[in-house]
């Protein structure tokens, strides 16, 4: 079953979800792999989410890099020219 978490950051509410890739598939050994969405608070806002295809050893670290890689893209549109 995936795990949720939810945060704050510039604005935005990111959900990562983290899964047990051997619960999914019955893989020998257990593996983590996570996914971000990304919400602005204005409902007029665009919204987006990535599917990360790494995998870590453990939930925590899957989480903390999908955490971490929402709040790049957030970044990065944040500090992206204005478009003309």
Known sequence: MPTS???NYRGFSITTR???LHLVDRRPRRGFS???AVCPMDP???SWQAFLETIFATSDAAEADALAEARRSIDELADA???H
Do not use: I, M, Y
Request: net charge negative; hydrophobic share 25%.
């Open 34 to 36: 996570a996914l971000f």
């Open 18 to 20: 983290c899964t047990d």
């Open 5 to 7: 978490k939810h945060s």
């Open 44 to 46: 007029n806002g665009e």
């Open 81 to 83: 020219p204005p478009a």
